[in-house]
T-cell receptor, first 113, second 110 residues
Framework: KNQVEQSPQSLIILEGKNCTLQCNYTVSPFSNLRWYKQDTGRGPVSLTIMTFSENTKSNGRYTATLDADTKQSSLHITASQLSDSASYICVVRANTGGFKTIFGAGTRLFVKA | DGGITQSPKYLFRKEGQNVTLSCEQNLNHDAMYWYRQDPGQGLRLIYYSQIVNDFQKGDIAEGYSVSREKKESFPLTVTSAQKNPTAFYLC?????????FGQGTRLTVV
């Protein structure tokens, strides 16, 4: 069964600290993996997209990693800011003839001053 | 600026009533999608359309209907047959691999 599991469900960190969010997936055949940031009551916004051959991709203070062998991805946030408080959603697309995109439930990040 | 506009942002509906959520995009994207988001769950696909005048059911299409008469517009109707319609609804479009989302409509049944 195609699944995307994210951990932790929620996380509280102090402003300025780093954190890492995890995503494990069982989607097959794999096409790509994306991380989205969703502010409360808003639509998700794409942070990174990674294909099978990419191990690391950065977008400012956000760095995503992908291990296609173990089917794991992580999103590392450096020097967190209050505006990083949001849900972070891992999304995996299957390489099938039809349309198949599986969303994780997200990690809710709270950054405190 | 190009983007996706959903309206209204908040919507209240009485039980037994149909309601239509609007989604408009000016990105010239062919594909459009409707998702439902519930607390603690990943987004679930309701309907999608890859071209004008054509649409396909997603994973949870029961109680919903859509139309795609224009490339820019993909309205979603939540019918009285949807037993648990209270949720956050997200519209998206895509040209390639990346989904671009609207700001969502929160529907509450009262």
């Amino acid at each position: 069964k195609n699944q995307v599991e994210q951990s932790p469900q929620s996380l509280i960190i102090l402003e300025g600290k780093n954190c890492t969010l995890q995503c494990n997936y069982t989607v097959s055949p794999f096409s790509n993996l994306r991380w989205y940031k969703q502010d409360t009551g808003r639509g998700p916004v794409s942070l990174t997209i990674m294909t099978f051959s990419e191990n690391t991709k950065s977008n400012g203070r956000y760095t995503a990693t992908l291990d296609a062998d173990t089917k794991q991805s992580s999103l590392h946030i450096t020097a967190s800011q209050l505006s990083d408080s949001a849900s972070y959603i891992c999304v995996v697309r299957a390489n099938t003839g039809g349309f198949k995109t599986i969303f994780g439930a997200g990690t809710r990040l709270f950054v405190k001053a | 600026d190009g983007g996706i506009t959903q309206s209204p942002k908040y919507l209240f509906r009485k039980e037994g009533q149909n309601v239509t959520l609007s989604c408009e995009q000016n990105l010239n994207h062919d594909a459009m999608y409707w998702y439902r988001q519930d607390p603690g769950q990943g987004l679930r696909l309701i309907y999608y359309s890859q071209i004008v005048n054509d649409f396909q059911k997603g994973d949870i299409a029961e109680g919903y209907s859509v139309s795609r008469e224009k490339k820019e517009s993909f309205p979603l109707t939540v019918t009285s047959a949807q037993k648990n319609p209270t949720a956050f609804y997200l519209c998206a479009s895509s040209m390639s691999q990346v989904l671009v989302f609207g700001q969502g409509t929160r529907l509450t049944v009262v």
